[in-house]
């Protein structure tokens, strides 16, 4: 006799998630002079005191992180006066591997096909856990490039898009003149070539030139 037993429809597994920000800590590599990671703690569980409590400094450009316009141009908006609808959303990884000192328009030219509106390349095989001052930057011609197909957001997997010694900064210069946002120090070590969706909120901090993000990919569903 057939099973009268109600079917119940079997649960659907949760999109991947991955974490592409690296662990911030004292020893997390930073530019030379900026201010590192330092917890303190100011209230310990105890008798009579029912709570951990600490407190922590550090520049926001450490670890995973958005550069708000402020940073690289007077007058200009600090991160917590930024819109947050371009940190959320369709996502592009474009594997650049052994892209240096500069990652061109020809290393993005094979994944060009309907951008989405925001674009990490990937230009290392492993992200540096020390400081590396010879790490690969955007080309300036590659985010006018970008912008010029729609893209609102860039990302990188190292400290910045400009080289470490450069004092025009045009690569930041081509973001302010895209009004085109911005995430580095990105984690993308495992992560496949492809689309996916990007939630990389930075905090509402008053009158920062950047902040640091808690940055993932999320698997797209059908």
Same mark, same amino acid.
């Given at each position: 006799?057939?099973?009268?037993?109600?079917?119940?429809?079997?649960?659907?597994?949760?999109?991947?998630?991955?974490?592409?920000?690296?662990?911030?800590?004292?020893?997390?590599?930073?530019?030379? /002079?900026?201010?590192?990671? *330092?917890?303190?703690?100011? %209230?310990?569980?105890?008798?009579?005191?029912?709570?951990?409590?600490?407190?922590?400094?550090?520049?926001?450009?450490?670890?995973?992180?958005?550069?708000?316009?402020?940073?690289?141009?007077?007058?200009? #908006?600090?991160?917590?006066?930024? #819109?947050?609808?371009?940190?959320?959303?369709?996502? *592009?990884?474009?594997?650049?591997?052994? %892209?240096?000192?500069?990652?061109?328009?020809?290393? $993005?030219?094979?994944?060009?096909? %309907?951008?989405? #509106? =925001?674009?990490?390349?990937?230009?290392?095989?492993?992200?540096?856990?020390?400081?590396?001052?010879?790490?690969?930057?955007?080309? +300036?011609?590659?985010?006018?490039?970008?912008?010029?197909? /729609?893209? =609102?957001?860039?990302?990188?997997?190292?400290?910045?898009?400009? #080289?470490?010694?450069?004092? %025009?900064?045009?690569?930041?210069?081509?973001?302010? *003149?895209?009004?085109?946002?911005? $995430?580095?120090?990105?984690?993308?070590?495992?992560?496949?070539?492809?689309?996916?969706?990007?939630?990389?909120?930075?905090?509402?901090?008053?009158?920062?030139?950047?902040?640091?993000?808690?940055?993932?990919?999320?698997?797209?569903? +059908?």
């Amino acid at each position: 006799m057939p099973s009268t037993a109600p079917s119940h429809p079997r649960p659907q597994a949760s999109p991947r998630l991955w974490d592409i920000s690296p662990l911030v800590a004292p020893d997390a590599p930073i530019f030379p /002079g900026d201010e590192p990671y *330092r917890l303190a703690w100011t %209230a310990r569980l105890a008798p009579g005191c029912p709570v951990n409590l600490s407190a922590i400094t550090l520049s926001p450009h450490v670890g995973a992180h958005a550069d708000a316009p402020l940073h690289y141009a007077n007058d200009a #908006p600090a991160i917590a006066e930024v #819109p947050l609808d371009a940190y959320l959303g369709p996502c *592009r990884v474009i594997h650049a591997l052994g %892209a240096a000192p500069l990652v061109t328009v020809e290393h $993005l030219r094979h994944a060009e096909a %309907a951008l989405p #509106p =925001r674009v990490l390349v990937r230009c290392c095989e492993k992200a540096d856990t020390v400081w590396n001052p010879a790490f690969t930057a955007y080309a +300036p011609e590659a985010i006018e490039w970008l912008a010029a197909r /729609g893209v =609102r957001l860039i990302g990188i997997d190292t400290p910045s898009v400009d #080289p470490a010694d450069s004092k %025009a900064l045009d690569s930041h210069q081509q973001l302010r *003149r895209h009004d085109l946002r911005v $995430l580095e120090n990105l984690v993308l070590d495992d992560v496949p070539e492809g689309d996916y969706e990007l939630i990389a909120l930075p905090l509402k901090l008053q009158g920062a030139c950047a902040s640091p993000v808690r940055a993932i990919l999320r698997e797209l569903t +059908p």
